[in-house]
């Protein structure tokens, strides 16, 4: 048997027990290098350990007492001790368990051993010492990272379900104190399900569990935890190895990603998230509505070049450093869509920072608005239209002051031709072509402004040839307008709305042929529809039928399926606001009657309108003209246009009336409170500077309550009946005013006494 090297440290009392054995252990291997160090002294062993390092202590235990063998153990703690051998007499059995309790590896009787037997004994000491030093130090460090582990660890039998062993952290975690963890059992408790706690109860060694769960802790709160559950032997006795670990925050933080990614899926706001690199990397589902892109096709992709769009204010040199500085960029874009639509957006970006302070990402935020601004220029052409309206009250007004003059001289100078026997032919046409004027301002009126809409008796081909005379003013001369009314047909209607169909079909017709001119055909017939005539949204009977035709561009079919949607429009911005035809459809389908329209890309395009015919009785033979009412009362002619003033007069004192002519309301208003029984009739217009004719009628009725007031106006959407009746006036007529209706209302009012009538 041989060895490289062997230290021994030998204690004895002998002076030559050194030497016999080192003899025997060269003479067991003379190529090995032995040393022996002697001592005779216990506390000269503990200094020579202090000093240098031995594979063996052979100790001469005959003469060394029980208590004296405690020096070993007490300095192991500090300093590490080689294997022990005790070299013991024979027969003495209390020296040997002695030595024994003090860690001696093993016992030798003096006289009983040779060279072989000690190294034998030696080697063997030295083996097993450093397997029980490498046992220590392999429980050092797994008591070190039991104890030290940030994760709870707890050891449970697995028969009773009570920890066996725990570290501070799973107190830590789980909120209880080590004299608490050790009296409780893990099934009595809420941490773990009991489903799980069958199953860890079934493992076997080399299966592993693991599972999340949740628990309440000591203070009440509700904690999320990661366990992993194996089977572990120690000393010969099968646990359960439970690794508990803290995921609260790391649940909370996915929950929080999990809500906002739902919010960002479900939100109606358009989301891209672009890459420093300027390329999109994610666009939700709401912007792949409103871009009408799929995923695949924006992913990768610079969104100036996919959309086409532009900032509406600004550059994306401006967008670009506002967002690389760290602020925020708000404004609107213009963008197009997958189809070639147009749309906009208001969109905000922002970037977004990593942990160093350096940019990563771009978010946009984009809400399509087109609908907001269709709106928008809606609410400015009704604004417009408000003004416009405003503005031909005021005209008609003055406008149908002049037509009162003029239809006033035209009815004098009939009666001068009627009793001189002259003929009165052209002054019939003076006559007839001033109510012409005058229903044409009533027209412009009507269409202007707000009111209510009333159906009447209407012979659709004079409102059709009136409204195209107004066209011919205002289209070019590239459009020819080709009229064709065969009816004469009555249907019920508003005047307005067909004036407005008709004003609309005619203008998209325009549209249509703005760019090379063309042919602008206008029919009116009467058709008969059966069941034969497959139009199936029209019942059999008897209508008229309105065509309107064009030689434009043409109506491409998926446009054709959105003609009559509100707010759809293929016009550039500001050349409409889509609601045209759609309030066409609205209005003849109000009259129960249909549109269809016929067209090809390239072909032009005709819309035809029907509309139910209505049955009139024959007309009755005109009646000759009666003479006109006389009387001789006294009247207060109230008006600021003087020479409107001045011809009423003239008129009126003809026919027997004493006339007193007022053009300033205040004047008039002084005169009544001097002599208010003087006049038994005031007339009086309603637009005049400092009193208006309401308020002149309500301060003279508080004076004399009886007087009969008639009130005159151009234009009367200013007086409704309620105000009208507030004033206290017997009549009130609408401008111009001819002799004969002049003449006709005096006698009603002051004949009969009647109170408020419908304006003539």
Not at 172 to 189: F, N, P, W
Not at 419 to 433: D, Y
Not at 614 to 629: D, F, G, I, M, R
Request: charge should be negative; aromatic fraction near 6%.
């Amino acid at each position: 048997m041989q060895f490289h090297s062997l230290d021994i440290l030998l204690r004895t009392g002998t002076p030559t027990d050194a030497p016999i054995l080192h003899e025997m252990l060269r003479r067991e291997s003379p190529s090995s290098d032995v040393r022996i160090d002697s001592v005779q002294r216990l506390s000269e062993v503990i200094e020579a350990l202090t000093r240098s390092n031995y594979d063996c202590l052979l100790i001469d235990a005959g003469e060394i007492e029980e208590k004296d063998w405690k020096s070993f153990t007490d300095i192991s703690g500090c300093t590490p001790l080689p294997p022990i051998i005790a070299l013991l007499p024979p027969g003495d059995g209390q020296a040997e368990l002695a030595a024994v309790r003090c860690n001696a590896q093993d016992v030798l009787r003096k006289g009983r051993f040779d060279g072989a037997l000690l190294v034998r004994v030696i080697l063997h000491a030295m083996e097993k010492c450093g397997l029980q030093r490498a046992l220590r130090d392999s429980e050092e460090r797994w008591r070190l990272l039991f104890e030290q582990s940030p994760e709870a660890i707890v050891l449970v039998d697995p028969e009773t379900m009570a920890p066996v062993e725990f570290n501070d952290a799973a107190c830590g975690i789980l909120g209880y104190s080590r004299e608490e963890m050790a009296k409780m059992r893990m099934d009595e408790h809420e941490t773990i399900h009991p489903g799980e706690l069958l199953r860890m109860k079934d493992l076997t060694p080399g299966q592993r569990q693991a599972f999340e769960t949740f628990f309440r802790d000591r203070n009440g709160e509700i904690r999320d935890i990661a366990v992993v559950v194996q089977v572990a032997a120690l000393s010969g006795r099968r646990l359960l190895h439970i690794v508990f670990r803290d995921v609260t925050r790391k649940k909370s933080a996915e929950r929080g990603i999990k809500l906002l990614a739902t919010a960002v899926e479900q939100t109606v706001e358009g989301i891209l998230i672009i890459g420093k690199d300027g390329l999109i990397q994610y666009a939700n589902p709401s912007y792949r509505q409103i871009s009408g892109h799929d995923p695949g096709e924006l992913v990768g992709c610079v969104p100036s070049r996919v959309f086409e769009s532009k900032p509406q204010c600004g550059t994306y040199k401006d967008m670009q450093e506002t967002v690389c500085g760290g602020r925020v960029w708000r404004g609107r874009f213009q963008s197009r869509k997958k189809n070639g639509e147009t749309y906009d957006t208001e969109t905000t970006i922002s970037s977004v920072r990593g942990e160093d302070g350096e940019i990563t990402h771009y978010v946009a935020i984009e809400r399509d608005i087109s609908r907001e601004i269709d709106l928008e220029r809606q609410l400015r052409q009704a604004q417009k239209m408000e003004a416009i309206g405003v503005l031909a009250g005021g005209i008609a007004h003055d406008f149908n002051n002049i037509l009162g003059i003029i239809m006033g001289y035209t009815d004098m100078l009939a009666m001068v031709a009627s009793k001189n026997g002259m003929p009165a032919a052209e002054l019939k046409q003076i006559t007839k072509a001033t109510h012409r004027a005058k229903d044409l301002i009533r027209q412009i009126l009507s269409f202007s402004r707000k009111g209510e809409q009333k159906r009447m008796p209407l012979q659709l081909g004079i409102v059709v040839k009136e409204a195209l005379k107004m066209l011919r003013a205002s289209l070019p001369s590239t459009i020819e307008i080709i009229e064709n009314i065969e009816s004469e047909s009555v249907i019920s209607a508003d005047p307005t709305q067909v004036h407005q169909v008709l004003m609309n079909l005619c203008t998209n017709a325009f549209h249509a042929m703005r760019e090379r001119g063309g042919e602008l055909a206008v029919n009116l017939e009467d058709v008969e529809i059966d069941l034969d005539s497959h139009h199936p949204d029209l019942p059999p009977g008897s209508y008229v039928r309105l065509a309107v035709s064009d030689t434009g561009c043409g109506i491409s079919p998926e446009i054709m399926e959105r003609i009559f949607e509100p707010f759809f429009t293929t016009k550039k911005v500001g050349d409409g606001t889509g609601m045209g035809l759609s309030v066409v459809h609205g209005i003849v389908k109000s009259y129960r009657g249909a549109i269809i329209v016929r067209s090809a890309p390239g072909q032009g395009s005709i819309f035809n309108v029907f509309i139910p015919r209505v049955e009139t009785h024959a007309a009755a033979e005109q009646e000759k003209p009666k003479k006109l009412p006389r009387g001789a009362e006294r009247i207060l002619f109230v008006d600021d246009e003087e020479e409107l003033a001045r011809l009423s007069a003239r008129m009126l004192e003809p026919l027997g009336y004493k006339l007193d002519i007022r053009t300033n309301s205040v004047e008039a208003m002084e005169i009544f409170q001097r002599e208010p029984w003087r006049f038994d009739l005031v007339i009086t217009d309603q637009t005049m500077p400092h009193l208006t004719g309401a308020e002149l009628a309500k301060q003279m009725l508080d004076i004399r309550s009886d007087m009969p007031i008639i009130l005159c106006s151009g234009f009367s959407e200013a007086l409704t009946p309620e105000k009208i009746t507030a004033c206290g006036v017997r009549k009130f007529i609408l401008k111009p005013l001819s002799l004969s209706l002049l003449a006709r209302t005096i006698r009603e009012v002051l004949d009969n006494g009647g109170r408020i009538a419908p304006p003539l």
